[in-house]
């Protein structure tokens, strides 16, 4: 429960930004700048919130379906500026 609550919050940071950057420019920070910050809170929630969802595999295995949502939800986070990264650099 609080490793998806960190990863909700952390998606929610990212996709703020995002929908910032989109429909209101003006409110949103420098994009360089903005984005490292962007990255910075998303990391803050998303390294505690992938160590509480490691910590929820038991030794059955019924157990690994419900953890491993809350892993992906957190892992994805970490990945999310090596993704945007490549976005940037596709043709348009």
């Known amino acids: 429960m609080k490793s ?3 990863a909700a919050m952390g998606w929610g940071v990212w996709w703020t930004g995002l929908v910032l950057a989109r429909f209101a420019p003006e409110l ?30 038991r030794a059955k295995r019924s157990w690994l379906p419900f953890a491993a949502v809350a892993i992906f939800a957190n892992a994805s986070l970490l990945v999310m500026p090596w993704l945007i990264e490549d976005f940037e650099n596709l043709p348009k």
């Not at 505690?48 to 910590?55: C, F, H, N, R, T």
Request: with cysteine.
């Open 4 to 6: 998806m609550t960190l």
């Open 28 to 57: 949103a920070p420098d994009f360089l700048s903005g984005r490292t910050l962007i990255t910075a809170l998303s990391v803050v929630c998303a390294v505690p919130g992938l160590l509480l969802a490691l910590s929820t595999i």
